[in-house]
């Protein structure tokens, strides 16, 4: 018997309309785990460099974590993964809610998507009984409004359902996939889904999941509750009120927006408003969620309500979490209002919070410096607010210059060229990034922002606090109960940390320190990932009830593998690696691992080649940030090491070919 796991995926051939429950290999779970680094493996041996994300050969994987469905708190995450359109690479976005333990009650464990279907259609799967159903009558609707029309129409209340909208069905390159109380927007996974022609995927099921040490495993539960109430009871001093809790960050109850507002980008993430945030525009911006808010929300099995369902006066109810908040109210220069109202058609078209209000400022600023003309944007209005919701119905629409918009900032700029590039300032990887511009480099955030393969900053940080805390007392309160840490050593870096002098940024913590803090907060991420748990009880906040400690617990009492902290890490490491090894073959190059220029306006170009070049090496990749022929055999990669060799990215000494390949011309396209 599998435990955790069912042990079985469901493949879906859309193009023959091939229905197949297939037993997956109980090996790969000992070697990837689950979620993330199953997809990933699934990836790497059916998805050839050569597939492009809209061709019938990509796959859309939407994979459970190992541990979804079971009673850990939190463990609800849906990882999703296939080929962007926008980055070339692998995406893998994570989706909460509930759709992905309703799976597993279901009897799988991934939805594994190849082909495209000739007409629009939606997944019905409820327990064994699987089918594509017409969703012609579909095409067009918001996804939200979607979902209830099939529950509806199905008369399955209890279905869960992930959909896309109208900007998945036109193939806007950062489409998201929503799903009630969550999405998973990055990348660009719900254009793929649209390519594919599936409106939906519909999930009910009504089976026992087991595990393998149910009294261990409910002991194990009762300790995570008890520090997550330990935590509530304590919030962090010293830092800002939504890092002090857990979850992902409490946007929804806290009302303080000072840092945000005054801290990121507004526009095309370039004016800094440092005294925009005063006691007028709190008491409006507080009455304004108020009202809007209609109540706190969870995902499954999770006590933390980082959601919040909100009715906009005339407007359909929808859930919000997190920095969408403010994404389009600072990329329009508008108020809180404006960004609850246009979220709402934002979530019904399914798009991606950070990217498309990044977009539309962008195109503004091209047309504010003549890089783009009148011509380009008939009968737009006059006002920012209503070109904004212009702007996001020509984008979803793909109509005039929204069909070029509807590329992302990266695409767009190239196509529309005449300088434009230089307003596209705020990428990495070719997506857009969090709309922050700061003086001093910081070294962790630089290894972070440069080498993660995650695409968004907030889901590589964690654990290790984003700023020193003013005064030696605050440290040492810190670290006296920092259980977490893998190792002692990362208390004294804490404690040695100041904002000024020798042990300051950018040289404190010193290329060792911040290789180590980067391995620590991305090895976290990944074991999430594979496990499905949400980073907001676990990687993300500081002190979560989650950590390497007790995870090895869990992943035994929960599947009956034997798990220990270093094998636990390993396991991370091997398909940390694989997920490298997928973008390495698609061309991704040390070239390619740079933040934003302007990021930072104080910059150590000598000090980032020597953090790149030590995280590599700590990390097992060569100088050109691929994996070595060494490190891939340690970690039972024979396999990638092979591919490496013949297709002459790695050469028997182990060095980057000389010559590039194919795959590579395909990713600088
Ligand atoms: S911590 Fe928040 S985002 Fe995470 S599972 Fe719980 S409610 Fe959802």
């Keep these: 018997m599998r435990y955790a796991e069912t042990g079985f995926n469901l493949e879906i051939d859309l193009t023959r309309g091939n229905i197949e429950k297939v037993a997956s290999d109980p090996r790969d779970t000992e070697l990837y785990l689950g979620g993330l680094g199953t997809n990933a493996k699934i990836i790497w041996d059916r998805v050839p460099p050569e597939v492009e994300a809209f061709s019938p050969e990509n796959l859309l994987i939407f994979g459970a974590g190992l541990l979804c469905g079971t009673p850990a708190t939190g463990c609800n995450r849906t990882i999703v993964s296939t080929i962007s359109p926008q980055t070339k690479l692998l995406a893998f976005s994570m989706m909460g809610g509930f759709w992905a333990p309703e799976l597993k009650y279901a009897g799988y464990d991934k939805v594994i998507l190849r082909g495209k279907s000739p007409d629009l259609v939606y997944i019905w799967i409820k327990d064994d009984k699987v089918e594509l159903r017409d969703a012609s009558h579909l095409a067009g609707k918001g996804s939200i409004e979607t979902a209830e029309l099939i529950r509806e129409e199905l008369n399955e209340p209890k279905a869960q359902v992930a959909a896309i909208g109208m900007a998945g069905e036109n193939r806007v390159f950062y489409a998201s996939v929503e799903q009630g109380r969550s999405s998973a927007s990055r990348g660009g996974i719900g254009a793929v889904m649209g390519d594919k022609g599936v409106k939906a995927i519909v999930v009910r099921g009504t089976k026992d999941l087991n595990v393998a040490d149910p009294e261990k ?170 070109r904004f919701f212009y702007l996001l119905d020509k984008i979803v629409r793909r109509e005039g210059i929204g069909d070029v918009l509807a590329d992302g900032t990266y695409w767009a700029a190239k196509k529309i060229g005449n300088g434009a590039d230089a307003y596209a300032h705020n990428n990495i990887k070719k997506h857009e990034q969090l709309p922050l511009k700061l003086s001093m480099l910081n070294p962790v955030y630089f290894l972070m922002y440069a080498t993660g393969e995650k695409m968004n900053i907030t889901q590589i940080e964690g654990q290790f606090p984003q700023a020193p805390f003013a005064t030696r007392e605050e440290r040492e309160a810190f670290v006296s109960d920092w259980i977490q840490v893998p190792d002692e050593k990362f208390k004294q870096i804490l404690l040695d940390w100041e904002f000024r002098g020798e042990n300051s940024n950018p040289y404190y913590p010193t290329v060792e320190m911040a290789c180590d803090i980067v391995d620590w907060q991305e090895t976290m991420h990944y074991i999430d990932d594979a496990l499905g748990q949400c980073a907001g009880l676990s990687s993300f906040p500081l002190k979560p009830p989650y950590h390497i400690h007790n995870y090895p617990e869990f992943i035994s009492a929960g599947t009956g593998m034997e798990m220990d902290k270093d094998k ?26 740079k933040p934003p220029a302007n990021h930072w306006k104080k910059r150590f170009p000598e000090l980032e080649e020597k953090l790149l070049d030590e995280y590599y090496k700590l990390k097992g990749w060569n100088k050109d940030g691929i994996p070595t022929r060494e490190s891939l055999q340690q970690l039972g990669l024979g396999y990638v090491s092979e591919d490496f060799l013949q297709r002459g990215i790695l050469s028997k000494d182990d060095e980057a070919a000389d010559q590039d390949t194919a795959a590579e011309t395909s990713v600088e396209a």
């Design 568 to 593: 636990l890490t390993e396991a991370a490491k091997r398909y940390r690696t694989l997920v490298r090894a997928i973008n390495i073959r698609r061309g991704m190059r040390r070239k390619d691992e």
């Design 217 to 386: 495993y409910m002991e194990l539960c009762n300790d995570v509750l008890k520090y997550i109430k330990h935590r509530e009871d304590n919030p962090i001093p010293g830092v800002m009120p939504i890092l002090a809790g857990l979850g992902s960050p409490q946007e929804m109850k806290v009302h303080d927006e000072k840092w945000h507002t005054e801290n990121f980008m507004w526009g095309n993430s370039r004016v800094r408003r440092r005294d925009f945030w005063n006691e007028e525009v709190e008491k409006e911006w507080t009455e304004t969620m108020e009202k809007a808010r209609t109540r706190l929300i969870s995902c499954f099995n999770c006590p933390m309500k980082c959601g919040a369902t909100i009715s906009m006066p005339g407007l359909p109810t929808y859930m919000m979490k997190c920095f969408t908040k403010l994404t389009y109210t600072m990329g329009a220069f508008s108020d809180l209002d404006f960004g609850l109202r246009i979220a709402q058609k934002a979530t019904e078209y399914g798009v991606d919070g950070f990217s498309a209000p990044q977009v539309m400022a962008f195109a503004l600023e091209l047309l504010e410096n003549g890089i783009l003309t009148d011509k380009d944007f008939p009968d737009m209005p006059e006002d920012n607010e209503g």
